[in-house]
């Protein structure tokens, strides 16, 4: 009879160091707020109060760490860590705890300067002292995000019941953030439009990717399947574009995106690495081979077996010169999750905007 054990030593040094802290982190904020809580005392230097915390500038960071509910809690260690995990694994710690200061603290500082805003042209208090931001809200976004971008085309099973793509899972979180401002209810969800943004512009023009060309190391992701007009329905495509191909076009005269071997206006992309890379050049391959079969197959049999002898050796050439041309031609390829969509009669989609 087999006999299973747990080692909790072995279970917490399987999990990678950067998501380790974080989980940690995350723990010993909360408890110490519930602490403070149950004492009666504010505790205005662990979350982020846009009238004070200008006085604590760390709670731009250190106010996600901050569950105030024992609920929000358990969804936060039941989510977060598992996805940092797996993200940790393919981009490596520093790449991710980058990505995660960056997308809790942009969006914290977007959040404070709204309530200013709203605070100035409303006059009210409230907007100052009434509203506190906590939470990793911003996080949760920002690894959807991540997911659309390596995995878009992947099915999860929410709650046993409902099935959704990845790639539909951050416009839906959006949208719940759009509908709960719209009632009433700007704080804290109001983060998560800021951090769909912050997060979309990091993956797409500045994380880090080494290791995968030559020539040193490439920022972003510049595929056209990660553009900003992919993320809104046909029907404003339109100015959408133009929207994106502008900011684009700004930042660039000013410098303020890092340059890449290739350009987005010339069809290049910097690929995203790892292993869902590696299953994705090998569906491409699954597909190319396909189509040399299929080229193959197409050519013209003699009459005589010697000739047909004869033309199998020389079509056999044919189709892999032109599966060859295909491959070289084919434009930019598709990052990593969307390789089961690549048809090998079609033809390459149109450019999409930045």
Same mark, same amino acid.
């Given at each position: 009879?087999?006999?299973l054990?747990?080692?909790?030593?072995?279970?917490?040094a399987?999990?990678?160091?950067?998501?380790r802290?974080y989980?940690?982190?995350t723990v010993?904020?909360?408890v110490?707020?519930?602490i403070?809580s149950?004492? !009666?005392?504010?505790?205005?230097?662990?979350v982020?109060?846009?009238?004070?915390?200008?006085f604590?500038p760390?709670?731009?960071?250190?106010?996600?760490?901050?569950?105030?509910?024992?609920?929000?809690?358990?969804?936060?260690l039941?989510?977060?860590?598992?996805?940092?995990?797996?993200?940790?694994?393919?981009?490596g710690a520093?790449?991710?705890l980058?990505?995660?200061?960056?997308?809790?603290?942009?969006?914290?500082i977007?959040?404070?300067?709204?309530?200013?805003i709203?605070?100035?042209?409303?006059r009210?208090?409230?907007?100052?002292y009434?509203?506190?931001?906590?939470?990793q809200?911003?996080?949760?976004?920002?690894?959807?995000v991540?997911?659309?971008?390596?995995?878009?085309?992947?099915?999860?099973?929410?709650?046993?019941?409902?099935?959704?793509?990845?790639?539909t899972?951050?416009?839906?979180?959006?949208?719940?953030s759009?509908?709960?401002?719209?009632?009433?209810?700007?704080?804290p969800f109001?983060?998560?439009?800021?951090g769909?943004?912050?997060?979309?512009?990091w993956?797409?023009?500045?994380?880090?990717n080494?290791?995968d060309?030559? !020539?040193?190391?490439?920022?972003?992701?510049r595929?056209?399947?990660f553009a900003?007009?992919?993320?809104?329905?046909?029907?404003?495509?339109?100015p959408?574009?133009w929207?994106?191909?502008?900011?684009?076009?700004?930042?660039s005269?000013?410098h303020?995106?890092?340059?890449?071997?290739?350009?987005?206006?010339?069809? !290049?992309?910097?690929?995203?690495?790892g292993?869902?890379?590696?299953?994705?050049e090998r569906?491409?391959a699954?597909?190319?081979?396909?189509?040399?079969?299929?080229?193959a !197959?197409?050519?013209?049999?003699?009459?005589?077996?010697q000739?047909s002898?004869?033309s199998?050796?020389?079509?056999?050439?044919?189709?892999?010169?032109?599966t060859?041309?295909?491959s070289?031609?084919?434009?930019?390829?598709?990052?990593?999750?969307?390789a089961?969509?690549?048809?090998?009669?079609g033809s390459?989609?149109g450019?999409?905007?930045?």
């Amino acid at each position: 009879m087999a006999v299973l054990s747990f080692n909790p030593a072995q279970f917490v040094a399987a999990i990678p160091p950067a998501t380790r802290a974080y989980t940690a982190a995350t723990v010993f904020f909360s408890v110490l707020y519930y602490i403070l809580s149950w004492s !009666g005392y504010s505790a205005p230097f662990l979350v982020l109060i846009p009238g004070s915390s200008i006085f604590y500038p760390w709670t731009f960071l250190t106010s996600a760490f901050v569950e105030t509910t024992f609920i929000e809690l358990l969804f936060t260690l039941l989510v977060i860590p598992a996805s940092l995990r797996y993200l940790e694994r393919l981009w490596g710690a520093t790449e991710l705890l980058k990505f995660i200061a960056v997308t809790i603290t942009a969006s914290n500082i977007i959040a404070f300067g709204l309530n200013w805003i709203e605070y100035v042209v409303l006059r009210l208090p409230v907007f100052l002292y009434g509203q506190q931001y906590h939470g990793q809200m911003a996080l949760q976004i920002g690894v959807l995000v991540a997911f659309r971008q390596i995995i878009p085309e992947h099915q999860v099973q929410l709650f046993g019941v409902l099935k959704a793509r990845v790639k539909t899972l951050p416009m839906a979180y959006v949208t719940f953030s759009t509908v709960m401002c719209i009632i009433g209810f700007q704080c804290p969800f109001i983060v998560i439009q800021f951090g769909w943004l912050v997060s979309y512009i990091w993956l797409r023009f500045y994380k880090k990717n080494t290791g995968d060309l030559a !020539g040193g190391p490439l920022y972003g992701d510049r595929s056209e399947t990660f553009a900003f007009v992919t993320w809104f329905p046909p029907l404003i495509h339109g100015p959408i574009t133009w929207l994106a191909n502008t900011s684009y076009m700004l930042a660039s005269r000013f410098h303020l995106i890092p340059s890449g071997v290739t350009d987005v206006e010339s069809g !290049g992309y910097a690929a995203v690495p790892g292993g869902a890379r590696a299953e994705a050049e090998r569906r491409r391959a699954m597909a190319l081979k396909a189509l040399d079969q299929r080229l193959a !197959g197409a050519s013209p049999t003699p009459a005589s077996p010697q000739r047909s002898l004869q033309s199998n050796g020389a079509s056999r050439p044919a189709a892999s010169s032109t599966t060859s041309l295909n491959s070289d031609t084919s434009g930019p390829k598709k990052p990593a999750g969307e390789a089961d969509a690549i048809d090998v009669g079609g033809s390459a989609s149109g450019s999409a905007a930045h």
